[in-house]
Nanobody
Framework: QVQLVESGGGLVQPGGSLRLSCAAS????????MAWYRQAPGKQRELVAA???????NYADSVKGRFTISRDNVKYTMYLQMDSLKPEDTAVYHC???????WGQGTQVTVSS
């Protein structure tokens, strides 16, 4: 059974930081590309960042320079460090495998004063 479990979301003020985690099980984690997507009400789900098993990364232009994706292949965990958060970052953040077959339940990030 494949499971992806996100954690770390919450309510922060603009300019604040959060670190999201995605704990994986049931896959050979080290060979999987992993990604973070987000979806806000009324908006299409969008790719935030992705990381290959070897550590190559890419980011949406909207988060480039503010977010950092990483992974720990020993702990079977992917992370998203989010700095300089903006209200427009408010969304449910989901982790997924590179081919998007498996998804976590999501974690809510709210950036508001």
């Amino acid at each position: 059974q494949v499971q992806l479990v996100e954690s770390g979301g919450g309510l922060v003020q603009p300019g604040g930081s959060l670190r999201l985690s995605c704990a994986a099980s049931g896959i050979i984690f080290s060979i999987y590309t992993m990604a973070w997507y987000r979806q806000a009400p009324g908006k299409q789900r969008e790719l935030v960042a992705a990381i290959t098993g070897g550590g190559s990364t890419n980011y949406a232009d909207s988060v480039k320079g503010r977010f950092t994706i990483s992974r720990d292949n020993v702990k079977y965990t992917m992370y998203l460090q989010m700095d300089s958060l903006k209200p427009e970052d408010t969304a449910v953040y989901h982790c997924t495998t590179g081919r998007q077959r498996y998804w976590g339940q999501g974690t809510q990030v709210t950036v508001s004063s």
